[in-house]
């Protein structure tokens, strides 16, 4: 478990991780970023106008935690694509077949144009390392996963009929709710779990946790007590990323007593 400040003791990182297969062979430090080799490799070939990766050649249990199942096919996001290339678990090709290298692959991120931050795959990263089973908000595993954080399992399509990818933002309640708050852009970014042996993309249940990305400042109450009110009772923390140095905090409610 995470302390309040955000730091776990070493008996905890080894608790939290032992499940996760890459920290086997890797430093457990989740500030490592050193590029790892694996003989398990799989491949995924990149497509532009989804923002997602396809995956073509699946190798290796670390698929049962990570990606995203529509119509029978695998997909992984920009973070995970770069999470397994960093630990030399993926190949990225592009829709010739051809292979790209880590600056390529880094650069999507960088653009800013797949719905991840540098930050948010920091954040990502950094949970990862510790053993956390880490999806995007309200994006459901599966076609018929039960996403009990967003109250709908509704999908659109998009432009590309032929991939068949459904898309579930548009059409859930909750992630309208968000849309109209005005609270500097302070939503849920990723559904955190614990690890769990037993984990289904197709009944994860609900998370242990809602982790938001803070960007500058520290929400104020009425924020957070808005914030709260659309989270349906999950736990809320906040993560905040300076320069590579990875912080996780949350609030809590303490009443002052009133001075004679």
């Not at 797949?114 to 950094?126: I, L, M, Q, T």
Request: hydrophobic share 35%.
């Amino acid at each position: 478990m995470m302390r309040r400040d955000g730091v776990a003791t070493p008996a905890e990182e080894e608790d939290e991780s032992h499940l996760n297969p890459f920290l086997l062979h890797v430093n457990k430090k989740p500030s490592s970023s050193k590029l790892q080799f694996r003989k398990e490799i799989s491949k995924v070939q990149w497509h532009e106008k989804l923002g997602l990766g396809e995956v073509v050649e699946k190798k290796g249990s670390i698929w049962t935690t990570t990606g995203i199942v529509r119509d029978g096919k695998l997909y992984c996001h920009i973070e995970e694509i770069l999470f397994l290339a960093e630990r030399g678990g993926l190949l990225l090709l592009d829709s010739d077949d051809a292979i790209l290298n880590m600056k390529e692959i880094y650069t999507k991120i960088a653009e800013g144009r797949h719905k991840c931050s540098w930050e948010s795959f920091e954040a990502y990263r950094h949970l990862k390392l510790l053993g956390y089973i880490v999806g995007r908000h309200c994006v459901p595993w599966t076609n018929k996963a039960n996403t009990s954080c967003c109250n709908s399992d509704s999908f659109n399509r998009t432009s590309d009929e032929d991939v068949g990818f459904v898309e579930a933002e548009e059409k859930m309640p909750i992630i309208h709710q968000f849309k109209n708050m005005q609270i500097h852009d302070i939503i849920p970014t990723f559904d955190v779990y614990l690890p769990n042996s037993k984990f289904r993309k197709s009944s994860p249940g609900k998370p242990n946790f809602l982790l938001c990305l803070l960007r500058d400042k520290p929400p104020s109450r009425t924020e957070l007590e808005n914030l709260e009110k659309k989270c349906l009772g999950i736990p809320l923390k906040f993560c905040f990323v300076d320069h590579g140095r990875v912080s996780f905090f949350s609030y809590d409610r303490v009443v002052l007593p009133i001075l004679p």
